[in-house]
């Protein structure tokens, strides 16, 4: 399973979510601003591999909580990000999340080990469009 190393040997590398595919034809173009993510998926997707990555930017540009203070988002995740090491992604199921769409649901099983122990995290989690329009991007709202 591919780790998340600085420099232009990781691009080459098969991207963390698992979809058989380099970082950078997969969701590295995501976490570097080059593309937006296309469907719910493709941002769940990308969000596991910033975990996987510690792309904590990333991670807060795709997942509002206006009631928090950023630098406490940072904080926060990178103190996360320190603990655990995610290691596999399965999507369960996709409900809507396409073009056409300004809401989906993507669940999925992430395994993780943390603390030495390893673990999965199943959810089912919420996007949407910013400002519910169709040309907005997507964003992670929240797990159901
Ligand atoms: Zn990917």
Redesign the pocket.
Known sequence: MARGFAGAAADQAA?????G?T?DS??GPFHQGLLKAQSAEQLM??RY?AYALGEIEYLIATHPEPETPIRQRRRELRASNRQIRWIQLEILAVDCGGPEDCQGTVQFVAHCIAAGHRRCLEETSLFERRDGQLSGDWLYIRAL
Do not use: F, V
């Open positions: 991207c963390p979510c698992g979809s595919a970082l997969c969701c997707r990308s591999s």
